[in-house]
T-cell receptor, first 109, second 119 residues
């Protein structure tokens, strides 16, 4: 079957760095996506990876290892506004997104 | 439009009534997706369209659920004879294309959703 695993909840301190891990099993693979979702709002696109390695976008970076079925989202210089759920989604051979349940990130001052 | 628009934002209905949820995708986007999202969970796939063709409806829970996109733009998700278990957030997303090519064109953009409550 197809499956995405990510931690349910994480806590970090303002100004620090946090890494949110995601492992996936899909029928075929066409990319790994990260979305941010604030409480009561729609998911918004953050980043994607299709090749192995690190993609950096400002304070956010995303890493992919296709051989290990593993990705992580790295958030630097955490701000209170980063408190949200972070959704990992893998695109399968039919170009459908298989979604994880999301990781709720709590930022403490 | 500038973004994906969904209406109504909130819908309260009585058990047994039919409801129609509307989605207006980003102008020019080929693909349109319907999801259902429970609190604290990721989106659950329901169905999707490329242009006006429904490509996959395997996620629709039962035959009370149907969707259409007759002119390849606005889509309607209809739930007949609603039940309390249908209460959820229903989200629509659209993307520029649906397959291959530049991955950036596969990015799905979500609407604000319709919160359905069945009493």
């Amino acid at each position: 079957g197809q499956n995405i695993d990510q931690p349910t909840e994480m806590t970090a301190t303002e100004g620090a760095i946090v890494q949110i891990n995601c492992t996936y099993q899909t029928s075929g693979f066409n990319g790994l996506f990260w979305y941010q979702q604030h409480a009561g709002e729609a998911p918004t696109f953050l980043s994607y990876n299709v090749l192995d390695g690190l993609e950096e976008k400002g304070r956010f970076s995303s890493f992919l290892s296709r051989s290990k079925g593993y990705s992580y989202l790295l958030l630097k210089e955490l701000q209170m506004k980063d408190s949200a759920s972070y959704l990992c989604a893998a695109m399968d051979s039919n170009y459908q997104l298989i979604w994880g349940a999301g990781t709720k990130l709590i930022i403490k001052p | 439009g500038a973004g994906v628009s969904q209406s109504p934002r909130y819908k309260v209905t009585k058990r047994g009534q039919d409801v129609a949820l509307r989605c207006d995708p980003i102008s020019g986007h080929v693909s349109l997706y319907w999801y259902r999202q429970a609190l604290g969970q990721g989106p659950e796939f329901l169905t999707y369209f490329n242009y006006e063709a429904q490509q996959d409806k395997s996620g629709l829970p039962n035959d009370r659920f149907s969707a259409e996109r007759p002119e390849g733009s606005i889509s309607t998700l209809t739930i007949q004879r609603t039940e309390q278990r249908d209460s959820a957030m229903y989200r629509c997303a659209s993307s520029l294309i649906w397959t291959g090519g530049e991955l950036a064109k596969n990015i799905q953009y979500f609407g604000a959703g319709t919160r359905l409550s069945v009493l």
